[in-house]
T-cell receptor
Framework: NAGVTQTPKFQVLKTGQSMTLQCAQD?????MSWYRQDPGMGLRLIHY???????DQGEVPNGYNVSRSTTEDFPLRLLSAAPSQTSVYFC??????????????FGPGTRLTVT | QQQVKQSPQSLIVQKGGISIINCAYE??????FPWYQQFPGKGPALLIA?????SEKKEGRFTISFNKSAKQFSLHIMDSQPGDSATYFC???????????FGAGTRLFVKA
């Protein structure tokens, strides 16, 4: 199993550009989520999905879109990049069933810089 | 509004000492409290977790103490080792809302 994979690892964007961060998992997990990590702010939930076709907003959804057309993939789209979106982005997946099994498996992250 | 408050921001401990990280939560709908460990350049990984109907959970050198009435919980790392140097995040999870809310993180450095 590859686990949770994210591409790209690094990305530099100019203000106003759009891009999609890719996330895929091969563990047949129902639950997937996107977080951003900023110094002193911890991990903040952007969007999450409890299954194919179902998405919902997290703590900081503005400026980001998601879709979940398959169980495996959960891309994050930046519509019009802003310097405030400079961050490290993590995708995670888990079972959404038994609470004792709600261990989130994180990808290696994408470091995004917006100039 | 920070639903999970974590302290301290950073911590330096001598090898063999006890590392203690504290968290407080506001949302009483949380029903699962995990701790994640993150090494530089990596994604976080689950370390240990507890449910609010348990006051303590121990796994090896790692122990969670949970005080439901005070809405506080803490991570104790016994016999801390240089390999424990990492960032630790506490979190609260709400089964009904499917949201995990993380604390701001604690950078632990264990001196050899």
């Amino acid at each position: 199993n590859a686990g949770v994979t994210q591409t790209p690892k690094f990305q530099v964007l100019k203000t106003g550009q759009s891009m999609t961060l890719q996330c895929a998992q091969d563990m047949n997990h129902e639950y997937m989520s996107w977080y951003r990590q900023d110094p002193g702010m911890g991990l903040r939930l952007i969007h999450y999905s409890v299954g194919a076709g179902i998405t919902d907003q997290g703590e900081v959804p503005n400026g980001y879109n998601v879709s979940r057309s398959t169980t495996e993939d959960f891309p994050l789209r930046l519509l019009s990049a802003a310097p405030s979106q400079t961050s490290v982005y993590f995708c995670a997946s888990s079972y959404s069933g038994l609470i004792e099994k709600h261990e989130q498996y994180f990808g290696p992250g994408t470091r995004l810089t917006v100039t | 509004q920070q639903q999970v408050k974590q302290s301290p921001q950073s911590l330096i401990v001598q090898k063999g000492g006890i590392s203690i990280i504290n968290c407080a939560y506001e949302n009483t709908a949380f029903d699962y409290f995990p701790w994640y460990q993150q090494f530089p350049g990596k994604g976080p990984a689950l370390l240990i977790a507890i449910r609010p109907d348990v006051s303590e959970k121990k796994e090896g050198r790692f122990t969670i103490s949970f005080n439901k009435s005070a809405k506080q919980f803490s991570l104790h790392i016994m016999d801390s080792q240089p390999g424990d140097s990492a960032t630790y995040f506490c979190a609260g999870f709400n089964t009904g809302g499917f949201k995990t809310i993380f604390g701001a993180g604690t950078r632990l450095f264990v001196k050899a």
